[in-house]
């Protein structure tokens, strides 16, 4: 649009050219209203989270603290059972697994698919990628089942094995595509070498099918850190909480009055990792995204 | 093609070992998908035949399942409370996905074309995608709470309202917040998708059409719209599915309530499930809910690559 409103001001008259930067102003003020429109919940988060205590319970005008800027409202997470520490690392650990495991597999899937032949490879492929026509709401009841007749019930790593199986789909996708987008001449040059095996997958392949890697990692972290009713139906022990099970019992009073600090402090905690890693790998993340849009 | 090609002269001049190797490639390519496979089974297939199995029977918590048919299925058609859930999953996909792809398709357009300024205004529209549902809902949570969030004190500050409100005791003002919330968090999604599809139109078309004198609203109409249908039906498929499976937002601002009449299908399902532990029943429901999804991602797909051929 804007491009388009530039390139026409080249051959407009000077009469026209006042008119468009008129347009060209508007456009940016109402851009620049609707940017903060969608920042400003995020921030005002952020900024109420340092309140005292007294203050975090009223409302948040001005967003700032008015008093002494405080850490309060996070260490009153350790009421909660564990230090907010101790929840973070059950996140971090479920996200971190969640996006290692991922990666690994669909890595090999990915590979398989892309260059080998074998029995009943289209049935497999279709069997994995079938997977995201069924939303995993449906079968949330037998996995409970099936991860206590497994010993996993209540365990952060069948929440892993839950949250891998359901990347799946996106990333052996993902990983295929990247794998077929290699030339073959590439792997022909380095066999003829003596590479074979792991060492072609990793040393050779490796770094040319990176950017897909990380777009599958980076999806992987990012949604089993934020799902929640898996999380809220498989875990019922109170230490193995993840932070949005643990934060959603805090809001709903669970322990008492709600401490509306500790929510805001919970939320910061939840929010600012996932921001930080998109803003870092913006251009994976938006190649992941559009990888199913475009053809 | 080229395989067979270099297969046929090597297969007449060393038969056996040629064989031999392609054996073992065979194994190779299916021990690397393997791990993907046995996931899929474990964790995805098996459950899903379970589901089905689990829906013929009577199967509690503790003790004996027991199996008892169709009685689930029958007894669903009579669940008032089922039937509401689901009624009210349909209001609240129509809201959002109106709100969502309407907000999604002006930011699209906004932020199209690159310019001064705009990968900035791009990012600042897609943050809130990147929180999850969760935390989004926990912020809303707070800032829609009447004595300690933002908005009713707000309203009330510059003048709005004469005293404070609370937006989560009426069913109208509660919808209406948690459906602003879910545009506020996923416009940015669907923008980026409309906006690939808005950037893959070549822009001569936008220009001879510009030539041939038409407006800046006929080209939007005769051009642009046709060609974005297919981001439009990707953005609407995963808008409706994403929006029929509703349940963070609901279940954490508002809990169901007031009174019960937020509470959605897969709501539903949780309750019966994972709170009065009636899990056969629970699967029933599961499986009607699949099936009416499964349903309508297929009248969409067709409707919309229908329309598509006959223009």
């Known amino acids: 649009m804007n491009a388009a409103t530039m390139d026409a001001s080249i051959r407009a008259p000077a009469r026209r050219r006042g008119r468009i930067r008129y347009h060209r102003a508007v456009f940016h003020v109402t851009a620049v209203l609707v940017a903060l429109l969608f920042l400003a919940p995020i921030f005002w988060v952020v900024a109420a989270s340092f309140r005292t205590k007294a203050e975090s319970g009223q409302p948040p005008l001005p967003p700032w603290p008015s008093g002494p800027f405080s850490i309060d409202s996070y260490l009153r997470l350790e009421n909660f059972g564990q230090s907010i520490l101790h929840y973070s690392g059950n996140s971090l650990f479920v996200a971190v697994g969640t996006a290692a495991l991922t990666i690994v597999v669909s890595t090999l899937a990915g590979y398989g698919f892309s260059r080998f032949n074998f029995p009943l490879k289209g049935l497999v492929f279709l069997l994995v990628l079938a997977t995201i026509m069924v939303p995993f709401q449906s079968i949330l009841t037998p996995l409970f089942l099936l991860l206590a007749k497994m010993g996993l019930q209540n365990t952060l790593i069948g929440l892993i094995l839950i949250y891998t199986t359901l990347q799946l789909p996106f990333s052996v996708f993902m990983m295929r595509n990247a794998f077929d987008a290699v030339p073959k001449e590439i792997e022909e040059a380095a066999r003829i070498d003596g590479v074979k095996g792991a060492r072609m997958l990793v040393q050779v392949m490796g770094p040319l099918v990176l950017p897909g890697v990380v777009t599958v990692g ?25 932070l949005p099970v643990l934060m959603t019992a805090v809001r709903s009073g669970r322990f008492g009055s709600i401490d509306w600090g500790a929510v805001q402090a ?19 993340y938006i190649r992941g995204l559009t990888a199913g849009a475009v053809k | 093609m080229p395989d067979t090609s270099s297969k046929a002269p090597a297969a007449v001049a060393t038969p056996r070992p040629r064989r031999r190797r392609r054996r073992s490639a065979d194994w190779e390519g299916l021990l690397y998908v393997l791990p993907a496979a046995a996931l899929v089974i474990v964790f995805f297939m098996i459950p899903l035949g379970m589901t089905i199995w689990m829906s013929l ?36 996909t129509l809201a959002a996905t109106a709100g969502l792809l309407g907000v999604a398709l002006i930011l699209a357009l906004m932020v199209e074309r690159p310019a001064r300024g705009v ?22 949570a707070w800032l829609s709470n009447v004595d300690s969030g933002l908005f009713s004190p707000l309203a009330q500050t510059i003048g709005l309202t004469s005293e404070p409100v609370n937006i989560l005791a009426t069913f109208g003002p509660a919808f209406w917040s948690v459906t602003i919330m879910v545009v506020w968090k996923m416009a940015g999604f669907h923008m980026v998708i409309l906006m690939s599809g808005l950037q893959s139109i070549p822009a001569d078309y936008i220009e001879a059409a510009r030539i041939d ?11 642009t719209l046709p060609l974005v249908r297919r981001p439009f039906a990707l953005a609407l498929i995963l808008c409706v599915s994403g929006s029929m499976l509703a349940f963070d937002q609901f279940y954490i601002i508002l809990s ?42 297929a009248i969409q797909l067709r409707l919309l690559r229908d329309r598509g051929e006959t223009r």
Request: contains cysteine; positive net charge.
């Open chain 1, 218 to 242: 980076l999806f992987a972290f990012l949604n089993a850190w934020n799902e929640f009713l898996a999380a809220l139906v498989l875990l019922t022990d109170q230490s193995k909480f993840t």
């Open chain 2, 57 to 92: 029977h009577k199967w509690p918590l503790m003790g004996k399942p027991r199996w008892i048919g169709l009685d689930n299925y029958s007894r669903l058609l009579g669940d008032s409370d089922f039937w509401n859930a689901l009624g009210f999953t349909v209001q609240y």
């Open chain 1, 266 to 284: 919970g939320v910061t905690v939840m929010m600012i990792p996932c921001l930080i890693l998109f803003l870092i790998l913006q251009r994976s």
């Open chain 2, 119 to 140: 990968a900035f205004y791009r990012t600042a529209y897609f943050l809130p995608v990147v929180t999850g549902f969760a935390s989004a809902s926990l912020l809303w």
């Open chain 2, 213 to 223: 004198g038409a407006k800046a609203h006929q080209r939007f109409r005769y051009i």
């Open chain 2, 256 to 297: 169901g309530g007031p009174q019960n009449q937020t509470v959605t299908a897969v709501y539903h399902i949780f309750n019966e499930s994972f709170v009065s532990f009636r899990l056969g029943y629970g699967a029933a429901l599961s499986v009607v809910l699949l099936a009416i999804l499964l349903v309508l991602s």
